[in-house]
């Protein structure tokens, strides 16, 4: 099945520091990534929607200019958070969709910021 | 708007009984319906999805779900649960109709299956 790849799996970072966050399809190629938000015990929230080679799509109330999204590549996002904060901190889950239409998500990143 | 109910927090069942963890759904137009498990501090694993067709479609690890579109229902069964379904189960429309389009979750149902 399609694999889907998160690095780094979690991160701890001080407060106003950035962290990049990456999203690979590692056994096939994605035009279109999602990345998402979950809080403790909560459902997934869809941040963004990110399509290889034009801008990401953000959901209304996520702060583009402080979750920054590039699709470089056919098999790479990347979620940089920008002067993080404790709020930020979350578990962050990206997936990528398939030619099949099927979405498949990466294990997740857990970022702590102290 | 499109949206997707799970009015079950929490679903306990037996050891090789059957399961059944509900969904249910409003979409304008054709519903694209997918089923989702997450395993602690992990990502989600697609199981199944309903496009179109049958009615019943049959997924991973012995999973099915039936769409009902008079009940605009989408429910997740198993004849025998395991211990190791115990999971977090997400169900998911897409969200303006078309496959490729975001997809709108449910809360999740916990499902804990008893040895």
């Known amino acids: 099945g399609a694999v889907v790849s998160q690095h780094p799996s979690w991160v701890i970072c001080k407060s106003g520091t950035s962290v990049k966050i990456e999203c690979r399809s590692l056994?096939?190629?994605?035009?279109?990534m999602f990345w998402y938000r979950q809080f403790p015990k909560q459902s997934l929230m869809l941040m963004a929607t990110?399509?290889?080679?034009?801008?990401?799509?953000?959901e209304q109330g996520v702060e583009k200019d402080k979750f920054l999204i590039n699709h470089a590549s056919l098999t790479l996002s990347t979620l940089t958070v920008t002067s993080a904060h404790p709020e930020d901190s979350s578990f962050y889950i990206c997936?990528?969709?398939?030619?099949?239409?099927?979405?498949?998500f990466g294990p997740g990143t857990r970022l702590t910021v102290t | 708007a499109q949206s997707v109910a799970q009015p079950e927090d929490q679903v306990n069942v037996a050891e090789g009984n059957p399961l059944t963890v509900k969904c249910t759904y409003s979409?304008?137009?054709?519903?694209?319906l997918f089923w989702y498990v997450q395993y602690p501090n992990r990502g989600l694993q697609f199981l199944l999805k309903?496009?179109?067709?049958?009615?019943l479609v049959k997924g991973s690890y012995g999973f099915e779900a039936e769409f009902n579109k008079s009940q605009t229902s989408f429910h997740l069964k198993k004849p025998s649960a395991l211990v190791s379904d115990s999971a977090l189960y997400f169900c998911?429309?897409?969200?303006?109709?078309?496959?490729?389009?975001?997809?709108?979750f449910g809360t999740g149902t916990r499902l804990q299956v008893f040895p």
């Open positions: 998911a429309v897409s969200a303006r109709g078309g496959v490729a389009d975001k997809l709108i």
């Open positions: 997936s990528a969709l398939t030619e099949g239409y099927e979405q498949y």
């Open positions: 309903y496009i179109t067709g049958d009615n």
């Open positions: 990110s399509n290889e080679g034009s801008k990401a799509t953000y």
């Open positions: 056994d096939f190629q994605a035009t279109t």
């Open positions: 979409v304008s137009g054709n519903p694209y």
